[in-house]
């Protein structure tokens, strides 16, 4: 069965999204990009708040694909005790070495994210499970340019999917999806839907969350 993740900015909206069932809960400022940092305190605070009750996530933010900074970022946010680091592979700089250097750290679960919208390499998946990463997903780097099904052929998604069930990774989607791609999306089995926008007031990912938007979303994914 295919679970839900809800990203969310504070500690209201990620209380709102726990009383909902969802099964991640995913940190992030959507202010600051396709997948924007919450700063540390803050992401200490909320997990502290949920106290085990539910999976957790956060994200490094959008950050230059330098295999130091990349690697200092994830230590940091990995001591505010998330269950999952996730980090945004941006289609500049040298992968492979950011890749070898995380590998070290095994006792933190790396979760990669790929960009739909940038053509990203697939043959990268093998490397993150050499790298000991937890899991991936394919998400879109431009939200203007519409959802993960507006951006990339079915078939392509659907490729994602089996490589990293292949590689035995968590598999998530994500991308601005809406209710309407729900149904389609979740025959390719991936482990995770991932929604921002959809939860939003007036669908926009920097606005609050509307509750009817997420009893839908949830409701929908039973």
């Known amino acids: 069965m295919t679970?839900?993740?809800?990203?969310?900015?504070?500690?209201?909206?990620?209380?709102?999204?726990?009383?909902?069932?969802?099964?991640?809960?995913?940190?992030?400022?959507?202010?600051?990009?396709?997948?924007?940092?919450?700063?540390?305190?803050?992401?200490?605070?909320?997990?502290s708040k949920i106290n085990g009750r539910n999976t957790i996530s956060a994200t490094i933010g959008d950050l230059p694909m330098d295999a130091n900074i990349i690697f200092n970022a994830v230590c940091e946010m990995a001591k505010t005790g998330v269950d999952f680091v996730k980090i945004g592979f941006f289609p500049e700089g040298d992968w492979l070495s950011i890749v070898q250097k995380l590998a070290n750290l095994i006792e933190i679960r790396l979760i990669a994210v790929l960009f739909a919208d940038t053509k990203p390499d697939f043959s990268m998946i093998s490397e993150f499970k050499k790298a000991n990463f937890a899991g991936v997903m394919l998400d879109t780097m431009d939200k203007k340019k519409g959802s993960l099904s507006d951006v990339m052929e079915y078939e392509m998604i659907a490729e994602f999917v089996t490589l990293a069930k292949t590689q035995n990774l968590i598999c998530g989607l994500?991308?601005?999806?809406?209710?309407?791609?729900?149904?389609?999306?979740?025959?390719?089995?991936?482990?995770?839907?991932?929604?921002?926008?959809?939860?939003?007031?007036?669908?926009?990912?920097?606005?609050?969350?509307?509750?009817?938007?997420?009893?839908?979303?949830?409701?929908?994914?039973?």
């Open 3 to 47: 679970g839900m993740l809800a990203s969310v900015k504070n500690l209201a909206e990620a209380e709102l999204v726990l009383n909902a069932n969802v099964d991640i809960i995913d940190l992030k400022q959507p202010e600051f990009g396709a997948l924007g940092a919450l700063d540390v305190e803050s992401v200490a605070e909320i997990v």
């Open 174 to 222: 994500a991308g601005s999806l809406r209710l309407e791609n729900i149904a389609k999306l979740s025959t390719l089995q991936p482990d995770y839907l991932g929604f921002r926008g959809a939860l939003c007031v007036k669908n926009s990912r920097v606005d609050a969350i509307d509750v009817n938007a997420l009893k839908a979303i949830r409701q929908t994914l039973k």
